[in-house]
């Protein structure tokens, strides 16, 4: 239900450009509504929102207790964990600043992803960090390499190699290496490395169907009652079997693959919608690494990849969505 409601939802109501950047502008000012609450909940440590408690038939998840970082309390709002709040948060990032360009000032959006990004780093997590990271990265080569053919397939080769070599160099995954440059604790650094090390020992063990829901045999004594596993794609495969992680990420980078070979020009809104919503998954796929994702969250990612396959066969007949001239638009971002 939570897979399949979601992809549905997304898939029959976002049809069209128009759809897309009315999407996503109500999820930036979703982020934008929550981004004071988020801000007194890191000075404060309370949560105006958890007020919705009281509702009768109203409830949030359990408060998280976690510890401070950089002397801010970690937001966590209405959801499970930080980490997850800061994924919601930072999913808007890209999307917002690209999508948007045609119907907001270059100021205007600056000031807007200046926003969404502290709203996001609020949470103090790893994994949003890392969301952000990319997100930024591949804003700025979008730009700076807008003249360069085949530009993001020079980026795939050069990631590729860079990932191969870390990987080769290190005594640890390279990952677990690039995390260590972006966590704030090297205990949950440490807890995520060990959880790799045992998952793909559950997953050698039952190879086909994964283990289910039942608990995880090959664990230490001090991680048998582990709270969370700080992979999704690990969680995956070792509940489900690698077979099933294969259809599940491969189906998304299928749909990917499929959209980026489209004939879009940056110059009308279909091409903005597939830079903003390429940049927004290829930052969720990795980040995916560093977090479970459950719960809302978890159905908020899989809509927000369902409303952006309209791409795959979107075909533009109004010349009129679409600006005469180049120098009308913004520089691709």
Known sequence: LTTLGAYLCGRASIRSPTDFQALVRFYAKLVIIVAPFAFWESITGTSWLRIIDSIPGISTPEYNLTSPRLGLERAQLVFGHPILFGIFASLSIALSYVVLSPVMSGGRRLILLIILTLTAFLSLSSGPLLSIAIQYFLLLWAFAARYLPGRWMVLFLISTFTYVI?????????????????????????????????????????????????NWQSLPLWMQNIASVDNHWLLIAVTFGPMALILFLGSITWAMFQISRR???????????????????????????????????????????????????????????????????????
């Open 166 to 214: 870390l990987d080769l160099l290190s005594s640890r995954p390279a990952y677990i290496a690039v995390l260590s440059r972006l966590t704030f604790s090297i205990e949950t650094l440490y807890y995520r490395s060990e959880l790799l090390k045992y998952g793909l020992t559950e997953i050698m063990q039952n190879p086909i169907f994964g283990i289910g829901f039942s």
């Open 263 to 333: 004939p879009f020009d940056w110059n009308c809104p279909e091409g903005r919608a597939r830079t903003g919503w390429m940049i927004m998954m290829s930052s969720l796929i990795i980040s995916a690494i560093t977090v479970a994702l459950f719960g809302t969250v978890y159905s908020i990612v899989i809509f927000l990849f369902s409303s952006g396959l309209w791409m795959q066969n979107w075909v533009s007949n109004k010349q009129d969505d679409c600006w005469p001239d180049a120098s009308q638009a913004s520089p691709e971002m």
